[in-house]
């Protein structure tokens, strides 16, 4: 017999139920002569951040949510993308701006990004959110979408979170560092590991729930995963035409009780959280 039952975390029926709940919100807002209303902007023409926005489009449109995309040339000056930003701010119709990042070299993201309105910031970026979430006894008008996206995750999958050891790798804004408060906020004992800890397998072998955000393909090996550990893959990587996570599926699986797989685990959710945010803009226009 399993010494475990393993579990393979997809993201698909997590978003369905996600894109259920959104859906009759949708509708009720309808009813108050409300379409949520997303304006994106991507700078310059990396492949991978034009196809995010696309699908971004695509699910807001599936879910009856409307949206304006803006494509600026790198080299667009940074006062251009600002005074784009706020003739958002202003526009009552659009109820979230999202800047893709990362920005081309050259430009100040937060300097850009604390330019969007706080009631509109649905990826949770500017740093009066990204502050608030950090902070005892306050609470961000949004929190970032991957980091949510995960929480749903272990939620749907029912993995206890509380008083577990939770290490992070990577401490991006995107990711590590707000995964980190949110599980933190969940009552984890958590630590961020990057590329500078010492001894690196030996703190992710700590892990009850180890979260891969490094973006380096198959980095997290067997040796490195505690057994009967809940491992969840942030990374994308492109190897060879194919999408390969953070984690080295493969070999993790016989030693982890759950795995989110590459394609097909966060993925799908970090879009869904988009969504969700963006619905909580809308309804909290409602008076
Ligand atoms: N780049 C990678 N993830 C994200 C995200 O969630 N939002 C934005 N704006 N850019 C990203």
Redesign the pocket.
């Known amino acids: 017999m399993d010494r475990h039952a393993f579990v393979l975390m997809e993201g698909k029926p997590v978003r369905a139920k996600i894109y259920d709940d959104l859906k009759s919100r949708v509708t009720e807002l309808a009813r108050e002569g409300i379409t949520p209303k997303l304006a994106t902007m991507v700078v310059g023409d990396d492949p991978a951040?034009l196809a995010?926005v696309r699908g971004k489009g695509k699910s807001a449109a599936r879910l009856g949510i409307d949206s304006d995309q803006v494509n600026l040339a790198e080299g667009t000056s940074q006062e251009e993308i600002i005074s784009r930003i706020d003739t958002w701010n202003a526009d009552s119709g659009i109820h979230g701006i999202?800047?893709?990042?990362?920005l081309p070299h050259g430009y100040d993201e937060p300097a850009i990004l604390e330019n969007i309105s706080l009631t509109k910031d649905v990826?949770g970026?500017h740093k009066a959110n990204m502050g608030a979430l950090a902070m005892k006894g306050m609470e961000p008008l949004f929190a970032?979408?991957?980091p949510r996206g995960i929480m749903e995750m272990l939620r749907f999958y029912n993995i206890n979170i509380q008083g577990k050891e939770a290490v992070v790798l990577g401490r991006s804004n995107?990711v590590g560092i707000p995964m980190a408060l949110l599980l933190m906020h969940a009552n984890a004992t958590v630590t961020i590991a990057h590329s500078r800890t010492a001894d690196l397998p030996a703190v992710c072998r700590r892990a009850d729930i180890l979260v891969a955000a490094v973006g380096r393909a198959e980095f997290v090996r067997a040796d490195m995963v505690k057994e009967g550990a809940v491992v969840v893959d942030v990374g994308i990587n492109r190897r060879e035409g194919r999408l390969v996570g953070d984690v080295a599926f493969e070999e993790v699986k016989h030693k982890a009780a759950a795995v989110s797989p590459v394609p097909g685990g966060v993925g799908p959710l970090?879009v869904a959280m988009?969504m969700s945010n963006l619905v909580e803009a809308a309804e909290r226009t409602v008076a």
């Not at 999202?98 to 990362?102: A, E, F, T």
Request: hydrophobic share 40%; aromatic share 14%.
């Open positions: 951040s995010y999202l800047v893709q990042l990362p990826d970026f970032p979408c991957t995107i970090t988009l």
